[in-house]
């Protein structure tokens, strides 16, 4: 007898994840996982799906966007736009005969979840911040799995399916030990890594360019990752700071630093796990529902990080903390314990395989 294996076609899943790093990667990594499957994926046009997603699987486009501001006209053309791309989502489904769907969140899901549901098919959601967004509170009872990268959100979702799995991460930081040898860095040195995220962040930037000066004199190396859209960029000039507008291996900068200052999305907190790394956390105070506050008080109470909002830091706290923390060894080794603990390696593989247990299928 043929093995059914053999003359089984691929399961066909249609993936939804859009707009920042803290969306498409996590999806990415779990479509790595999902090789068996036949993938297309849905976005938004001019967001980084359009640079990272097209070499790797077909990109279908929905026109769909946030409301800014108050309520309003803006409610009236999101309601237009959501109808509109679940219909088009819809008509994709059925036509190209997908069998589920899988979001990572944002605007992009609430079309995906609804159009899929409509159609009987499973709906698997991914939740990697702390306090869920406003698309994964409204639509999570719709879905066939919620997938948390932090526990504490299942609180926020009393009505869905939920399971702690926490959040895929790229596979560079899966690696083993890598240098980042372009940056020439001394062994035996203090490195503090600063990262505000892919876009930077122009208030931590000038807080940190203050407070260097000091971090440079005690013996330390700052190695800065300042956004594309900050003017003072020249105004620090020393042999130790490095500056670039972003870094692409993140992986090793982050292996090798002694401490991270940064803002607190839940892709920044995960890699910190992952390679366990201590960090000074200012959320974004701007984030939606304040998310990243949430998020950074799930590593605080876990020992992992430092937790300062923006509004209360001066360069002067800024400063004084950090030199405290470089004198004292021991408590950065307790940080980078506690880090390594929130982490799940294998946190891909965990969502792959319930996607596959929904659709009825098995790796093979």
């Given at each position: 007898?043929?093995?059914?294996?053999?003359?089984?076609?691929?399961?066909?899943?249609?993936?939804?994840?859009?707009?920042?790093?803290?969306?498409?990667?996590?999806?990415?990594?779990?479509?790595?996982?999902?090789?068996?499957?036949?993938?297309?994926?849905?976005?938004?046009?001019?967001?980084?799906?359009?640079?990272?997603?097209?070499?790797?699987?077909?990109?279908?486009?929905?026109?769909?966007?946030?409301?800014?501001?108050?309520?309003?006209?803006?409610?009236?053309?999101?309601?237009?736009?959501?109808?509109?791309?679940?219909?088009?989502?819809?008509?994709?489904?059925?036509?190209?005969?997908?069998?589920?769907?899988?979001?990572?969140?944002?605007?992009?899901?609430?079309?995906?979840?609804?159009?899929?549901?409509?159609?009987?098919?499973?709906?698997?959601?991914?939740?990697?911040?702390?306090?869920?967004?406003?698309?994964?509170?409204?639509?999570?009872?719709?879905?066939?799995?919620?997938?948390?990268?932090?526990?504490?959100?299942?609180?926020?979702?009393?009505?869905?399916?939920?399971?702690?799995?926490?959040?895929?991460?790229?596979?560079?930081?899966?690696?083993?030990?890598?240098?980042?040898?372009?940056?020439?860095?001394?062994?035996?040195?203090?490195?503090?890594?600063?990262?505000?995220?892919?876009?930077?962040?122009?208030?931590?930037?000038?807080?940190?360019?203050?407070?260097?000066?000091?971090?440079?004199?005690?013996?330390?190396?700052?190695?800065?990752?300042?956004?594309?859209?900050?003017?003072?960029?020249?105004?620090?000039?020393?042999?130790?700071?490095?500056?670039?507008?972003?870094?692409?291996?993140?992986?090793?900068?982050?292996?090798?630093?002694?401490?991270?200052?940064?803002?607190?999305?839940?892709?920044?907190?995960?890699?910190?796990?992952?390679?366990?790394?201590?960090?000074?956390?200012?959320?974004?105070?701007?984030?939606?529902?304040?998310?990243?506050?949430?998020?950074?008080?799930?590593?605080?109470?876990?020992?992992?990080?430092?937790?300062?909002?923006?509004?209360?830091?001066?360069?002067?706290?800024?400063?004084?903390?950090?030199?405290?923390?470089?004198?004292?060894?021991?408590?950065?080794?307790?940080?980078?314990?506690?880090?390594?603990?929130?982490?799940?390696?294998d946190s891909a593989q965990q969502l792959a395989e319930q996607i596959r247990q929904l659709n009825g299928s098995s790796a093979v």
């Amino acid at each position: 007898m043929a093995d059914s294996h053999l003359n089984r076609k691929p399961h066909k899943l249609l993936i939804a994840a859009s707009g920042t790093g803290g969306h498409l990667f996590p999806a990415i990594a779990t479509a790595e996982q999902l090789s068996d499957y036949k993938i297309e994926w849905l976005g938004v046009p001019d967001r980084l799906e359009t640079e990272l997603v097209p070499q790797r699987y077909p990109l279908h486009m929905v026109r769909l966007g946030g409301v800014q501001g108050r309520l309003g006209l803006g409610i009236l053309r999101l309601l237009w736009q959501f109808l509109r791309s679940t219909l088009e989502v819809r008509q994709l489904l059925k036509k190209g005969s997908f069998q589920s769907v899988f979001t990572t969140g944002g605007y992009i899901a609430a079309p995906a979840i609804v159009a899929a549901r409509s159609l009987g098919l499973p709906a698997v959601l991914h939740e990697s911040n702390a306090l869920p967004g406003k698309v994964t509170r409204w639509l999570s009872p719709w879905c066939s799995l919620v997938a948390l990268g932090f526990a504490a959100a299942a609180r926020y979702l009393p009505r869905a399916k939920t399971l702690c799995v926490g959040t895929p991460v790229r596979q560079q930081f899966l690696s083993e030990i890598q240098t980042a040898s372009e940056l020439s860095l001394p062994e035996g040195v203090p490195v503090i890594l600063v990262v505000g995220g892919s876009q930077g962040a122009v208030a931590v930037n000038r807080l940190v360019r203050a407070a260097a000066p000091a971090w440079l004199e005690a013996g330390a190396w700052v190695v800065h990752q300042t956004g594309s859209s900050d003017p003072e960029t020249e105004s620090l000039v020393h042999p130790h700071y490095v500056h670039r507008p972003f870094y692409h291996n993140m992986a090793a900068l982050l292996q090798r630093a002694t401490l991270v200052i940064g803002r607190a999305g839940a892709g920044t907190l995960t890699e910190l796990a992952i390679t366990h790394t201590p960090a000074l956390l200012i959320p974004y105070p701007f984030a939606a529902d304040d998310h990243q506050a949430f998020n950074a008080a799930a590593f605080a109470e876990a020992g992992a990080a430092l937790v300062y909002r923006q509004a209360t830091l001066t360069a002067e706290q800024l400063q004084a903390q950090v030199l405290a923390l470089l004198q004292d060894r021991p408590r950065l080794d307790s940080m980078a314990a506690a880090a390594g603990s929130l982490a799940v390696k294998d946190s891909a593989q965990q969502l792959a395989e319930q996607i596959r247990q929904l659709n009825g299928s098995s790796a093979v």
